[in-house]
């Protein structure tokens, strides 16, 4: 109860900061430095999400050392989008049941009318966030649950969220050596950057499942939709993601930004990771092959 409760703040308070704030603040409440620190934790908290959350807990899409694993763990739970464990249980729980009864967070649940997918691009973007239907963490996620290090990281997940909106008005405070300096980096690199971080996150699980390019073959309606490559780290190819969830590297054709991919690709030349999934043209030619088939909705998807 706690958890969801510390969750549906950080959905909400983010949120309403950032409605209060652009309009009061722009234009004078906001310096490079808030642009700067907010960049910063916006990139480091990102990629925890799409690099360790994604790729590496929920898929397995490479071997990670200790150190970085903790780190991934970590830098995820700075984005504010739940635990660890919980995160982790919802997506593959997701992919298992990828928009058919039982995927926790389908645009496609409710009908193809407009009204139902005006309902269903809520219910995806945040609605089911919101809602009593809770993914069994011992059934979608037991291998994280029996990981002492990252049982710890889990249940300090209300530590992590807070060092993330309250460092950013240190830094200001510190660099300005102002009150003024502490509020604005807490308004924007802060709050305002956590719930602008939000929706690029839930864009993937709603206008990713809605609209745009489907060159592989999958068995839902998950597309690649280019406008968010950069924004969401390479995780708006989404349609290459799930055609190969496993795969270290979403943007798999050339011209793809990936920037989770290239870190991924630092770390292997680092020696901290291992066994990188990456793709292959022989995958590729067999996914793209049945790409004219995949692009109507498997049964029970609409």
């Known amino acids: 109860m706690t958890e969801m409760v510390v969750i549906r703040a950080f959905l909400i308070i983010p949120f309403v900061a950032l409605i209060v704030a652009v309009p009061v603040f722009w234009g004078w409440g906001v310096s490079w430095l808030d642009l700067a620190v907010a960049a910063a934790f916006y990139t480091v908290s990102t990629l925890g999400i799409t690099i360790g959350y994604h790729r590496y807990f929920t898929h397995g ?66 609605g089911w966030l919101f809602g009593r239907d809770r993914t069994n963490v011992d059934r979608f996620a037991p291998d994280l649950a029996a990981d002492a290090d990252i049982r710890a990281v889990d249940r300090l997940f209300p530590l992590w969220v807070s060092l993330s909106v309250l460092l950013p008005a240190l830094i200001g405070g510190l660099a300005t050596l102002s009150w003024w300096g502490a509020l604005t980096g807490f308004l924007w690199a802060g709050l305002a950057r956590v719930s602008f971080q939000h929706h690029v996150t839930w864009s993937v699980n709603s206008i990713c499942h809605m609209i745009g390019d489907r060159p592989f073959a999958s068995r839902d309606r998950s597309a690649n939709f280019w406008p968010l490559a950069i924004l969401s780290m390479g995780e708006s190819w989404h349609n290459s993601h799930h055609a190969d969830p496993t795969c270290a590297r979403h943007g798999v054709r050339r011209g793809q930004i990936d920037v989770s991919a290239r870190v991924i690709w630092a770390f292997e030349r680092l020696g901290w990771a291992w066994q990188v999934r990456w793709p292959t043209e022989q995958r590729l030619a067999r996914l793209a092959v049945k790409s004219t088939a995949s692009t109507a909705p498997s049964k029970g998807s609409s």
């Open 61 to 126: 899409a490479f071997r990670a050392n200790r150190p970085l694993r903790i780190a991934l763990a970590i830098a995820g739970s700075m984005a504010a989008q739940g635990p660890v464990l919980g995160w982790v249980a919802d997506h593959r729980r997701h992919h298992a049941f990828s928009d058919r009864a039982g995927d926790p967070h389908s645009p496609w649940l409710f009908g193809t009318s407009p009204v139902a997918l005006a309902k269903g691009f809520w219910h995806a973007h945040m």
